[in-house]
């Protein structure tokens, strides 16, 4: 029942517009009441954020399960293949697109979105400190590394989400992503003039 009410809203932002839907056109739509909505998700943003706990969850997983010898910044990448699937997928691509424009088009969406990449990013931290504890190899206290990259690496995804969202989507999310991270490893900084 969760995905039906969570489908039927997400087409209900699309159609409508987020601030324009209402949880009882929600209810209306699946069929039950307001509350019962309420039953399954505590507050309309996480009809759309909460779909990203699923993500989160894989995504720490992987972090933890990447090679401890391989370098952080490839960790980090490899991560976001779980936000890359169901962009590239051609049976996910229509509805990542939607939730990814309903998201960026609403302001108090994508502050609620953002919220959870910090605290996603927070856990990722906290997994590359113990893989560089159990390598024999731990992060000196004061030292900014692993928080700056993953920092940079997930204002890449960002980057590339909106990249891909301008771009029409024409190119994979994967092509976004690689060029975003690629910008921040390597820099072009054009040259100054006069």
Known sequence: MQKEIADAAHALFVERGYEETKIDDIAAAVGMSQRSVFRYF??????????????????????????MEEAVWVSLRRVFDEMVAPCD???QRPAAV????????????????L????????????????????????????????????????????????????????????????QA???VRSPQVPPRTG
Not at 132 to 151: F, I, K, S, V
């Open 98 to 113: 939607s939730i990814l424009s309903v998201v960026f088009g609403t302001p108090a969406l994508f502050a609620a979105y």
């Open 42 to 67: 505590e507050t309309k943003e996480e009809l759309v954020i909460g779909k990203f706990d699923f993500a989160a969850a894989a995504m720490l997983a992987i972090v933890r399960d990447r090679p």
């Open 89 to 91: 997928d051609p049976g």
């Open 181 to 183: 991270m690629a910008a």
């Open 115 to 178: 919220q959870k990449m910090h605290q996603l990013q927070e856990a990722i931290v906290e997994a590359l400190l113990e893989r560089a504890n159990a390598a024999g190899r731990p992060y000196a206290g004061d030292d900014p590394a692993p928080r700056a990259l993953t920092a940079a690496a997930f204002g890449c995804l960002v980057a590339a989400q909106h990249s891909w969202l301008a771009g029409g989507t024409t190119k994979t999310f994967a092509q976004a992503l690689d």
